[in-house]
């Protein structure tokens, strides 16, 4: 399973293999530790993939925070 391949998937049409997996990469997420498995296939299954380019600014400060990242590489 790949990892960009099972989070660009739409989140209501990820099947409970991706989720799976999702959840086993989760586990290695620090900011995650605390959740339970049932919370984090909860999560995954609203998770929204996205990608943005080199230099892209994520947020500025000062933005309203009604979400967060999980960056897994950059």
């Not at 086993?24 to 993939?49: A, E, F, P």
């Not at 309203?64 to 590489?73: A, N, R, T």
């Amino acid at each position: 399973m790949n990892l960009e391949r099972a989070l660009r998937r739409p989140p209501h049409e990820r099947n409970h293999h991706e989720i799976d997996y999702l959840l086993s990469v989760s586990r290695r997420l620090k900011c995650l530790s605390g959740c339970s498995d049932d919370d984090l296939r909860l999560l995954w299954r609203y998770v929204v993939y996205r990608k943005y380019e080199a230099k892209e600014r994520l947020f500025e400060k000062g933005d309203p925070s009604d979400s967060f990242m999980i960056v897994f590489q950059g």
